[in-house]
């Protein structure tokens, strides 16, 4: 099984908002993702987490605050956005960051969650 | 800037031939190789991950490795008009690195 799963599907708020995307897997992996995707263009990476340890912040503005509760949920805290930051939230998780060229650095990808901005 | 460049498209082939995508990467040092699928307004779906050089072959599937040449292509055997989708190479850097870059995508059609 190589699910990840995120809530919600969909998700529109206002810039004064503040609301919540989650991600959750149950593989095991150590590495969880959290990708932004604009139509026509790859996905972007936001956030890694390692072994629930904040890896990588892509200079992402204060206005996105991930959280790692524990090695199988991920958070992404939304607060007073702005229109150009609607897109496709993707989450991904591997299952052992710290080796590569093998499979357990294969990345797996939720459904993702479809973000609109007012 | 460590860079994956995949021809845009569309990359258009008769129902039932062989289509062909090409991904060239700049980070020599990179162990790990990935091909998504991506259908509009769907997320990533892992198609095949290569590490060695050479051919891995997964049903209508086959990925080659160059890494002299830092080339990685994917095949796609018997084209189904089910396969049109964005095609996206993902590269996974040296050194440990936690970033997988991500090339802009090649959009394949697939005519019935």
């Known amino acids: 099984d190589t699910e990840v799963t995120q809530t919600p599907k969909h998700l529109v708020m206002g810039m004064t908002n503040k609301k919540s995307l989650k991600c959750e897997q149950h593989?095991?992996?150590?590495?969880m993702y959290w990708y932004k995707q604009k139509a026509k263009k790859p996905p972007e990476l936001m956030f890694v987490?390692?072994?629930?340890?904040?890896?990588i912040n892509e200079s992402v503005p204060s206005r996105f605050s991930p959280e790692c509760p524990n090695s199988s949920l991920l958070n992404l805290h939304l607060h007073a956005l702005q229109p150009e930051d609607s897109a496709l939230y993707l989450c991904?998780?591997?299952?052992?960051?710290?080796?590569?060229?093998?499979?357990?650095?294969?990345?797996?990808f939720g459904p993702g969650t479809r973000l609109t901005v007012l | 800037q460590k860079e994956v460049e995949q021809n845009s498209g569309p990359l258009s082939v008769p129902e039932g031939a062989i289509a062909s995508l090409n991904c060239t990467y700049s980070?020599?040092?990179?162990?790990?190789f990935f091909w998504y699928r991506q259908y509009s307004g769907k997320s990533p779906e892992l198609i095949m991950f290569?590490?060695?050089?050479g051919d891995k072959e997964d049903g209508r599937f086959t990925a080659q490795l160059n890494k002299a040449s830092q080339y990685v292509s994917l095949l796609i055997r018997d084209s189904q008009p089910s396969d049109s989708a964005t095609y996206l190479c993902?590269?996974?850097?040296?050194?440990?690195?936690?970033?997988?870059?991500f090339g802009t995508g090649t959009r394949l059609k697939v005519l019935a």
């Open positions: 991904a998780s591997s299952q052992d960051p710290l080796r590569s060229g093998g499979a357990g650095d294969t990345q797996y």
């Open positions: 593989m095991g992996h150590r590495a």
């Open positions: 987490y390692s072994y629930e340890k904040l890896s």
């Open positions: 980070d020599r040092g990179s162990q790990s």
């Open positions: 290569i590490y060695s050089n």
């Open positions: 993902a590269v996974r850097g040296g050194g440990g690195t936690y970033k997988y870059i």
